[in-house]
């Protein structure tokens, strides 16, 4: 009897050893699935944060390309007035002429000031007077999601006007310069 | 071997695999991270290279030392492709209508050099950017009759360029300081190798010939000696008071990248200059219609050299080019000693 009594506690010990184990076993596994959610969370947010940060960035990008093409533009020996150094001044009748020899199909012109501007929009607008609204250079035919604008203050110069006196007058005009970029 | 004994052992394996699992996730996400930075990086320089070049390059007769991170840039225009590259960040950017004249390598230690020139043909065309860093080093060399001409080259480059002046008798005294690359600009006289640099690697070593008002010629360094890459037939004929050119000459890396650049600088003179022939033409018969009887500006507006100048630019024929260039120089000076009659640039 006395051994029987033995027997069955030993069993007793050795079942609850093996369930404490396993108890321990489960315990370890449930630390890591919970470790392995928080890692999950932790790189969930990490990824929106890299994701937000690669859009700033890009953005960042955009709007310097923008501002880079825009000071090429208001520099252009094609559009610019030839005695203004600093990239403020159009003269209308360049600006006129390139605009129809870039609408010729199939021109030189055509061809390669829309690569140069491939991606863009660039007009002048005529802020005070009455004398014409503005005028659009060229227009990218391209399909965009994001646009950005850069606007210049510039002088519209007609180096053709005669004054009241009969000599002739460079007229000017406040206007600016827009440089759309599409993305 | 005891269960409990079995137990503790599973239980170390299970902690280790555990561990390396873990470990080896965190390394490969730090990894990831550092190419997504490295990256990154590189297309933040890229860009920032293209708004200081963009700067650079309407910053007429301007030189300027820009701080930027060891870097090295190599230049490159072949064909009618022209693009940068950065080296260790392995990034490029084409530079389609940008006329740039650089070293083919331009190493950065802590600043590169930009000098914007206008090039005018006898109006504005377009600006030459001229890229290079301190470590490029330029070394006039010039015979008797060519010293004039070497302190005025060297005078009207930038104070900012590791630039020297020697006497051809004293070309035995000029020294390697282990430069990335060294430009000789030799004037009016026949290059020659000086003896410490015989041993320097080819690579880094080329040189310019300049015959004032009539050519240039590349050299590049072959052994001991300085070959001559372009044919007699081949060289550019200066323009007569066109120093832009020998600028571009000095600073361009190699004679593929002159020529590529000169083909684009020329193409754009015949876009500028059709402009500037149809604004002549418009005016003319802007002031025909206004003065009626009595022409005064309309009869200065004679579109003479235009076609010369357009021509000469498509065909990039010089003499053709300088022809056009000075007749319209001519009709612009007429119409500006006439009183208030617009000119034509």
Known sequence: MKGLNALAHALLYIKMRTKKSQLKMTETIAILVVFFILLLFGLVFYGQYQKSSLAKQEERFFEGRAVASSLKTNFMQEIRCEDEPTGTCIDLYKFDILKNK?????????????????????????????????????????????????????????????????????????????????? | MKKSQISIQFHWIFILIAGIIILGFFIGIALRQKTVSEKRLALDIKEKFNEIFAGAGVSESTAIEIAVPKVEIEFSCI????????????????????????????????????????????????????????????????????????????????????????????????????????????????????????GVDDEVVSAVEIQPNRYVQFYKKEGNSFEMKSYPTDSFDIIEGDNVIVYAAIFAGDIEMYRCNMAKAYSRLSYVAGIYKERAQILKQKHIEIEGEYPVCSFYYVPDGFDELINGAK??????????????????????????CPVIY
């Open chain 1, 102 to 183: 870039i609408e010729e199909p199939g021109s030189d012109y055509a061809r390669f000031y829309s690569n140069l501007f491939y991606g863009m929009k660039v007009s002048i607008e005529n802020l005070i007077s009455d004398y014409f609204d503005g005028a659009v250079l060229y227009e990218s035919p391209v399909n965009w999601t994001r646009k950005t604008a850069v606007q210049t203050p510039v002088i519209l110069r007609d180096v053709t006007a005669v004054a009241g006196d009969g000599t002739y007058i460079k007229k000017e005009y406040f206007g600016v310069l827009n440089v759309e970029i599409y993305r």
């Open chain 2, 315 to 340: 065909t990039q024929n010089k003499i053709m080019i300088t022809g056009g260039a000075r007749k319209i120089r001519n009709t612009n000076e007429g119409l500006e000693r006439t009183c208030a």
């Open chain 2, 79 to 198: 064909g009618n492709v022209s693009r940068y590259i950065l080296k260790d960040e392995g990034v490029s950017q084409d530079t389609v209508h940008d006329i740039i004249f650089a070293p083919d390598l331009v190493k950065s230690k802590s600043t590169i050099i930009t000098w914007a020139m206008p090039w005018k043909m006898p109006f504005n065309v377009q600006n030459f950017l001229m890229i290079t860093s301190p470590d490029v080093r330029y070394i006039f060399v010039y015979s008797y009759g060519g010293q004039g001409i070497a302190m005025d080259l060297m005078n009207a480059t930038p104070d900012t360029i590791t630039k020297e002046m020697y006497h051809v008798n004293d070309i035995e005294n000029i020294f390697d300081k282990k430069n990335s690359r060294v430009r000789f600009v030799f004037l009016q006289i026949r290059p020659q190798m000086p003896a410490d640099f015989k």
